[in-house]
């Protein structure tokens, strides 16, 4: 008798500490009607019609606007690499050197085991936490498509289950969690709340991302024809930027 009540009161604090965990619900979501501004490489002042912006995690967020913190979820910033080599055993490596995103100069991270994973997440989790600290909203994780430049070492499922650690980190933490690039995958289903897309009028990507999040995604467009080809398409329904690729303070910026 005393060993069934001490179950059913261990079971009523597991589900209690469960039902007391954010989910979608719980977060504050992307507001609508008002515009996003990009700002990865540096802070600059808000025009009063842009309500979002995204910065780096190490940067400030903007008083009175809706601050999206950016986290390189499946790759390493170039400027880490320090920190990144005192967990080697974390980074995709082929025939012992790492595999690079060229692009950007970016070693991959190695999700192809639940431990490598879970370890990465735990990392991941501590920088959404500081975000949260720091008064952002919401946060984006980059480069859920890294698998795409891993030679084949890394899979789709790879990623999706190292999403959904992201994901569950974001929203213990308070924070919306946003998808980044992949168009066609509808990252609702491992718990995003909306996605960040780089060049989806570029490529003709735009309208697999409504498809899954509606009107919950922010559009960075790198070249003034893509963006007015974006704007005509889907200006009415999607907060959209044009930037300078190098995302400087003083680069280039329009909006819809």
Not at 20 to 49: F, I, K, M, N
């Given at each position: 008798m005393r060993r069934a009540l001490l179950l059913v009161l261990l079971l009523g604090v597991l589900l209690g500490g469960l039902a007391a965990a954010p989910s979608y619900a719980d977060v504050e979501q992307l507001?609508?009607?008002?515009?996003?501004?990009?700002?990865l490489g540096g802070a600059r002042a808000l025009p009063a019609h842009v309500g979002i912006v995204v910065r780096d995690r190490d940067a400030e967020p903007a008083a009175g606007r809706y601050n999206v913190c950016y986290v390189n979820g499946f790759q390493t910033q170039p400027d880490e690499?320090?920190?990144?080599?005192?967990?080697?055993?974390?980074v995709l490596k082929k025939d012992g050197r790492a595999v690079v995103d060229e692009a950007w100069g970016e070693w991959l991270l190695d999700l192809r085991t639940a431990r490598q994973r879970q370890a990465i997440a735990r990392i991941m989790s501590r920088?959404?936490?500081g975000c949260a600290a720091d008064g952002f909203a919401a946060v984006e994780y980059d480069n859920l498509d890294s698998f795409t430049r891993s030679q084949g070492m890394l899979r789709r499922k790879h990623a999706?289950?190292?999403?959904?650690?992201?994901?569950?980190?974001?929203?213990?933490?308070?924070l919306a969690a946003g998808q980044k690039n992949l168009a066609g995958y509808d990252g609702t289903r491992v718990g995003f709340d909306?996605?960040?897309?780089?060049?989806?009028?570029?490529?003709?990507?735009?309208?697999?991302?409504?498809?899954?999040?509606?009107?919950?995604?922010?559009?960075?467009?790198?070249r003034r024809q893509d963006f007015d080809k974006t704007c005509a398409q889907f200006g009415d329904r999607l907060a959209v930027v044009l930037r300078d690729r190098a995302l400087r303070p003083d680069g280039r910026r329009a909006w819809c």
């Amino acid at each position: 008798m005393r060993r069934a009540l001490l179950l059913v009161l261990l079971l009523g604090v597991l589900l209690g500490g469960l039902a007391a965990a954010p989910s979608y619900a719980d977060v504050e979501q992307l507001p609508a009607g008002t515009d996003v501004d990009y700002q990865l490489g540096g802070a600059r002042a808000l025009p009063a019609h842009v309500g979002i912006v995204v910065r780096d995690r190490d940067a400030e967020p903007a008083a009175g606007r809706y601050n999206v913190c950016y986290v390189n979820g499946f790759q390493t910033q170039p400027d880490e690499r320090r920190f990144w080599r005192a967990r080697w055993w974390l980074v995709l490596k082929k025939d012992g050197r790492a595999v690079v995103d060229e692009a950007w100069g970016e070693w991959l991270l190695d999700l192809r085991t639940a431990r490598q994973r879970q370890a990465i997440a735990r990392i991941m989790s501590r920088w959404t936490r500081g975000c949260a600290a720091d008064g952002f909203a919401a946060v984006e994780y980059d480069n859920l498509d890294s698998f795409t430049r891993s030679q084949g070492m890394l899979r789709r499922k790879h990623a999706a289950a190292m999403a959904r650690l992201l994901v569950r980190g974001a929203h213990r933490a308070g924070l919306a969690a946003g998808q980044k690039n992949l168009a066609g995958y509808d990252g609702t289903r491992v718990g995003f709340d909306f996605a960040v897309a780089e060049e989806c009028g570029r490529y003709d990507e735009c309208g697999d991302y409504t498809s899954a999040y509606g009107a919950r995604v922010l559009v960075v467009e790198y070249r003034r024809q893509d963006f007015d080809k974006t704007c005509a398409q889907f200006g009415d329904r999607l907060a959209v930027v044009l930037r300078d690729r190098a995302l400087r303070p003083d680069g280039r910026r329009a909006w819809c």
